[in-house]
């Protein structure tokens, strides 16, 4: 055994770059760490993506089994009051969770919505922010739904605006035009119950405005199931046009009655109740859903 230059017998002197190679190693061994506990905290904390997917998920899962206490705490304040003011003519509502939980004014979205993956909600999602946009396109009808982030919550902004009629699909089934026109029917159902809670909350002379409204969620309504393509999508909705139009011909005679004497509004509505019962009857009987045309809307 030779002595070292130090004169220390028995040592050996480490190897040129020995103590370079050690340095390197726990170097690299800190990187890996480091790159550990990244993965872990982004595996644990929820993108906002993730977190806007989950509060969807959540919400329509709640429509779904009718438990209005966690769809509400998933609702913006401006959507509670839409969900109020749509049950309350329906139903006597005068909560958000009873509106949810007694209406059907959400089923055929609902229906439509709650069956998506939870894997690939993200696949319909854009987030900008503290908004974010779900959108789903489905055979005639496209639905789309605004969500905005409150307190770091995610919340649906809104009930009404979701639904855009796609008449491009002219290889639509007749099953799937039915529950086209059933998304569409229902959509209009909120707008008429908004503006007759308008209406009942007003004088009994409310604006033209108001009045206008009332006429024209039965007229759009007409519009779109006109769009229809011919072949199975046109002829499935066909049965709806005449009783529609019946009803838009009632509402403007009670329209026209809100200045009129307390006895000549209530014989006006009383036409249009008899016509809101004959579109359900003849939604029902070409196979539509009570949710949606087969509903029948309340009345002033």
């Not at 908004?194 to 409204?213: C, G, M, N, Y």
């Amino acid at each position: 055994m030779e002595a070292d230059p130090d004169g220390v017998i028995g040592v050996d002197r480490p190897a040129p770059g020995a103590k370079k190679h050690g340095r390197r190693a726990v170097v690299i061994a800190g990187v890996v760490a480091l790159l550990g506990i990244a993965m872990l905290v982004e595996y644990l904390i929820e993108t906002p993506t993730e977190a806007a997917s989950g509060a969807f998920t959540d919400f329509h899962a709640a429509l779904a089994d009718r438990d209005g206490g966690r769809a509400c705490a998933l609702m913006s304040t401006e959507a509670q009051q839409q969900a109020i003011a749509i049950g309350a003519l329906a139903t006597g509502a005068t909560d958000c969770p009873t509106a949810i939980e007694a209406s059907p004014i959400t089923d055929e979205q609902t229906n439509s919505l709650r069956d998506i993956d939870p894997e690939k909600v993200g696949d319909h999602l854009k987030v900008n922010g503290d908004e974010a946009t779900f959108r789903v396109d489905l055979p005639l009808v496209n639905i789309e739904e605004q969500w905005i982030k409150r307190s770091g919550d995610w919340k649906i902004a809104s009930l009404t605006g979701q639904v855009e009629l796609d008449a491009g699909d002219a290889d639509a089934t007749t099953e799937e035009s039915i529950r086209a026109a059933d998304v569409l029917c229902a959509d209009s159902f909120q707008d008429q119950q908004l503006v007759l809670e308008e209406i009942a909350s007003s004088p009994r002379t409310p604006a033209q405005a108001l009045q206008d409204d009332f006429v024209r969620t039965s007229t759009d309504l007409i519009a779109d199931l006109r769009k229809f393509p011919v072949g199975d999508p046109g002829a499935a909705v066909r049965p709806l046009l005449a009783p529609l139009q019946a009803e838009a011909d009632a509402k403007r005679r009670v329209t026209a009655t809100f200045t009129a004497d307390a006895e000549a509004f209530d014989r006006a509505s009383a036409v249009l109740v008899a016509a809101n019962r004959a579109t359900a009857d003849a939604a029902a009987a070409a196979g539509f859903s009570a949710a949606g045309c087969a509903a029948s809307p309340s009345t002033p």
